[in-house]
């Protein structure tokens, strides 16, 4: 029976009291007291996936659309281990999240426990594992731990990235006695901040003679800096360009969409590297410019003077400004660059070079993947988020559909796990449930979906306004065209058998609103049904493995050798 003082009754109040109004997870006997606390609260819901991998890209994207900090919890063993890749992904794109881990009783430690994840005794080392998907990670060992380790682990995940607390389920139990609730709203806040000083960047500016070019980064969106990223950019008349999952955070309506040069890296516009080559000064802000997002852009940033504002330090040689705040430090930047201070030398160079890559025509059968986005762009209203994934629907999403005014556009590419989205769709659609309901869209291929796609039902089960477009080309079609264009074509591991996953999925789901499009004249009318739906619905959108993408590592009239390819761009899974 529920006491109220157990330590997962202080976990999940603390959790509550912080304003976090969601975790989500896959029950089971090692975190099962975790889900019995909050079945006695009103103010948190545990929601239940259908895996691991999913609840952990759950919490990532609930985290991504805003609420600061996203809460994943699973059992021991598998359970567990099935959170590795997406607390990869946070990692590597420094998401906050909390892991919370159960684990077999500390009386079994190195007894040969069922899933004993202790590290005693020859058993997996379940602190080693998650230490290094994580930046923080500690393993709960008595009771009166958790008073301290639960802060410490939300502020570590505050400095972005997940934290994971390991809790054997006899520490769960425990109890703790009267305990006080959180001393202080921290979800969506850092309990240590570090504001830089931009006089460095200032002076900088202020001599720049002639155009700047801005690249901005995930960080902008983490930090809620949007606004003052744009007063930075009208400051200095600078043209702007975001990395590839940066896509919302300028350029759109509103944040400097007149002078937008479009995504940066190996899927995006040919003109952001022209526009820098051209400028005097080059600004990376809240972005380190991975190989994905730097493509094309590595000798430019050798030759023009480029600076850097942020929490990481690019991997890029610059001048960097270190700032744990950037709203704040962009906020001290403007004011350092307002009135006396402000630069007299830039200039906006007459045109902007906007810009797309162009891949082969392609004439086989099936929806083209520049029409489906023209249709989609015309049809998704302002508000909309759009979560895409991994593989050539995803590159060709990055590359031609445009962020919403005042809605999201996230993709996963820390790790490029495929099957992300469905789990990061649902989490952004539970946060914005407790704040503006908005419809969320979720953009992935079928390959994808054979992963994690059964987090449909999730959504069905919740009612969340998502639609889900998957793309079936009825393969692996990014691992298909490496294989014509890096093995000569010689064999193919990676084409499926034809599917119908509209009607199939309707026919599982009941309940569930689903469309099967084999032509562009049918999308209008089946995105119109679609959007309007109360609840969740899916279209599946027929198309070619053959069909090249907007990706530039394709592009080249002479496809490089296969050791070529993979030294100077991200070697893409699918």
């Known amino acids: 029976m529920n006491s109220g003082h157990r330590v997962v009754d202080h976990i999940v109040g603390y959790l509550a009291a912080s304003g976090i109004g969601h975790f989500f997870g896959v029950d ?13 609260r009103d103010d948190i819901t545990a929601v239940l996936a259908k895996h691991e991998f999913s609840a952990a890209a759950m919490a990532d994207g609930y985290s991504r659309s805003g609420a600061g900090l996203g809460v994943v919890a699973a059992t021991s063993g598998g359970g567990c281990l099935n959170t590795v890749p997406g607390l990869g992904e946070s990692l590597a794109s420094r998401v906050p999240v909390l892991a919370l881990i159960g684990q077999a009783p ?107 070019t801005i690249l901005a980064g995930e960080q902008v969106a983490r930090d809620d800096a949007r606004i003052e990223l744009e007063a930075l950019r009208a400051t200095l008349r600078a043209r702007v360009a975001t990395v590839p999952d940066a896509k919302d955070v300028a350029g759109t309506p509103g944040l400097g969409s007149s002078s937008a040069l479009g995504v940066s890296g190996v899927m995006g516009h040919p003109g952001v590297a022209t526009a820098a080559a051209q400028s005097a000064l080059c ?187 998957l793309f079936d080309n009825h393969a692996h079609a990014m691992c298909v065209t490496r294989e014509q264009l890096f093995y000569q074509d010689r064999y193919s591991y990676n084409r499926f058998g034809p599917s119908r996953l509209g009607a199939g999925l309707t026919a599982m789901f009941p309940g569930l609103s689903g469309f099967d499009v084999d032509h562009i004249d049918q999308l209008p009318a089946a995105l119109d049904l679609a959007l309007d739906t109360a609840g969740p619905s899916v279209i599946s959108v027929d198309c070619s493995p053959d069909e090249i993408p907007p990706f530039a590592a394709f592009l080249s009239k002479t496809a490089p050798s296969t050791t070529e390819e993979n030294r100077s761009h991200v070697a893409t899974r699918a």
């Open 283 to 469: 600004l990376l802000v809240g972005t380190r410019m991975t190989v994905t997002a730097r493509a094309g852009l590595d000798d430019v940033l050798k030759t023009v003077p480029t600076y850097s504002i942020g929490s990481a330090e690019p991997y890029v040689p610059c001048t960097h400004i270190h700032t744990e705040d950037l709203r704040g430090s962009l906020s001290l930047l403007n004011r350092a660059l307002s009135g006396q201070g402000r630069p007299t030398a830039t200039r906006v160079p007459d045109l902007l070079p906007h810009n797309e890559l162009c891949p082969p025509p392609h004439d086989g059968p099936g929806v083209r993947y520049r029409d489906a986005m023209t249709v989609l762009d015309g049809a998704l209203p302002a508000g909309t988020d759009i979560v895409v994934d991994a593989g050539n629907i995803g590159a060709s999403a990055i590359h031609y559909l445009p962020a919403r005014r005042d809605g999201r556009f996230i993709v996963a590419l820390g790790m490029g796990g495929m099957g992300y989205s469905f789990g990061a769709g649902i989490g952004m659609a539970f946060h914005r449930s407790r704040t503006r309901p908005r419809r969320t869209v979720v953009i992935a291929g079928d390959g994808s979906f054979l992963m994690h796609g059964m987090e449909i039902h999730t959504a069905l089960q919740y009612r969340l306004p998502i639609t889900f477009l």
């Open 28 to 40: 089971g006997a090692n975190i099962e007291d975790l889900y019995d606390a909050a079945y006695f």
């Open 106 to 212: 500390t009386a079994l430690d190195g007894r040969g426990a069922f899933q004993d994840t202790s590290g005693v005794n020859g058993a997996l080392d379940g602190v080693a594992l998650f230490s290094a998907v994580s930046v923080y990670c500690r393993r709960v060992c008595t009771p009166g731990d958790i008073l301290t380790a639960l802060p410490e682990a939300i502020a570590a995940a505050g400095t972005g990235g997940p934290a994971v607390l390991l809790l054997p389920k006899d520490i769960q139990q425990a109890d703790l006695g009267a305990v006080t609730g959180s001393n202080g709203h921290v979800n969506g806040t850092r309990s240590v901040t570090q504001l830089s000083d931009p006089q460095l960047l200032a002076q900088a500016l202020r001599r720049a003679d002639g155009p700047i």
